[in-house]
């Protein structure tokens, strides 16, 4: 069934960017529908383990950044659920992860134009110039097509686990679905942990706060130099700004490769807090003759892994010692990260989009992607210009800036404030 009246806009995918898009999409006229496969907002559930914070002050909510007395933004959350005062006392900036998911799901639910529950199948691009969306409903398989001048693509990234330990053991899980296998964890003899970010340290913390109750032999290898913290200096926090951004955007295409793999800890790291606490709870299990039962090494690379009888067979590869061993685990644990994709629906419109030698997409300044030939109707994009745009493309913090460039093009006016200098430092010449 086809519907005849023309979109302004229709998003793909409801995550936090795109939830941001919708919600400052109020104080506009524009006509938009949002779509989402999943059946509603859920912001990484198997990682909102207990105690777990946002790695970002609140301010980074849907709207603060672009537009503080907005009515979805966490402080007015914080308001409508008598929280106000609770919040005040804790004094801190960085909130509760489970309380980011809430109030995401706060915002979610008071947005009518928010369609979860169904999955965007095609995008075609009329004869008139304007993109057709064909939509399945994940419940009753029914399809509907919708014509929208523009889309926003802000399906985000995707769980990364290397392609050979794909299909080898159900007791290979990502870091992604922690929480959904923590109980298989506990029940296990021995459980290692690959990886050396945030994720990887929360859920080795998780596993040895709870190890004396259950007495595992808990592993951690990455082949990092270290269990290194990442970049949180107020001056290196400036990377994360609309300055940088646009630095970043004018480097040649190798330059910018360059400088991206030199930057992993300024958004790769361990928050200092968690190291801390892994330290002072090993130094206490650690009193008098105890050991821990735990192994930490760095730079070391997982090669390969086996299933060996009802166990696996780890394979390991010290970098600079060029030594390798072997051990065994009962479960392995990758927080390997997650990477960008092109999602299936734009297949039907991919020979119109500019791909560069890497076959990624080209991605202009102002977040439309490149065509092959001049349109007024554009394909914008979400967190998925990190090639582009630079290490502030994930980052919850230029989120609402980034809806606010694009809600200024879709609505042909500046409906929201932008600001050039935002920062104290020059990032080039």
């Known amino acids: 069934m086809a519907s005849k009246q023309i979109l302004d ?56 950044m672009v537009d503080p007395t907005n ?39 008071q947005l009518p134009h928010l369609q979860f529950d169904h999955e965007v199948e095609t995008i075609e691009k009329t004869e008139e110039g304007h993109y057709r969306v064909t939509v399945q409903s994940q419940s009753n398989a029914i399809k509907k097509t919708y014509e929208t001048k523009h889309v926003v693509i802000g399906i985000g990234t995707k769980p990364y686990m290397p392609e050979r330990f794909s299909g080898v053991s159900d007791r290979i899980i990502h870091s992604s679905h922690y929480l959904t296998r923590r109980e298989d964890a506990l029940q ?27 007495n595992y032999q808990l592993s951690w290898y990455t082949r990092s130099k270290g269990f290194y913290p990442m970049e949180y200096s107020k001056l ?16 040649p295409a190798e330059k910018k490769r360059a400088v991206l793999k030199n930057q992993a800890l300024l958004y790769k790291g361990i928050s200092f807090s968690t190291i801390e606490d892994i ?104 967190n998925g210009e990190l090639h582009t745009h630079g290490v502030g493309a994930p980052d919850l913090g230029l989120g609402a800036f980034r809806s606010a460039a694009i809600i200024n093009q879709l609505a042909g006016k500046k409906v929201y404030k932008t600001y050039e200098h935002n920062v104290f430092q020059n990032f080039g010449m």
């Open 9 to 64: 806009v229709i998003g793909i995918g409801i995550g936090p960017f795109n939830l941001g898009l919708a919600a400052l999409l109020e104080k506009t006229d524009c006509q938009a529908l949002f779509f989402d496969k999943k059946p509603r907002f859920d912001w990484h559930p198997g990682m909102l383990i207990e105690g777990t914070t946002l790695q970002v002050p609140f301010m980074a909510d849907a709207v603060t």
């Open 279 to 382: 330290y002072d709870l090993l130094y206490e299990r650690s009193i008098g003759t105890n050991k821990p039962n735990v192994h930490l090494q760095a730079l070391t690379e997982l090669v390969a892994i086996e299933g060996w009888e009802d166990t696996l067979r780890l394979s390991l590869y010290q970098i600079e010692q060029e030594a390798g061993k072997q051990t065994e685990s009962d479960l392995v644990i990758l927080a390997t990260g997650y990477q960008p994709y092109i999602p299936k629906c734009l297949k039907g419109i991919e020979a119109l989009l500019e791909w560069d030698d890497n076959g990624q997409l080209m991605i202009e300044e102002d977040y439309k992607l490149k065509t092959k030939n001049n349109t007024k109707n554009h394909v914008f994009i979400q």
């Open 188 to 214: 296990a003899k021995s459980v290692t942990i690959i990886g050396s970010g945030q994720s990887a340290a929360e859920i080795f913390y998780d596993l040895l706060s709870r190890e004396p109750d259950h």
């Open 236 to 251: 290196g926090l400036e990377h994360f700004s609309p300055d940088y951004t646009n630095y970043f955007y004018h480097l």
């Open 71 to 109: 009515r979805f933004s966490y402080l007015n959350y914080l308001h409508e659920h008598k929280r106000l005062y609770k919040f005040y006392f804790l004094e801190r900036f960085h909130i509760p992860r489970n309380e980011y998911n809430h109030y995401c799901q706060w915002v979610a639910e």
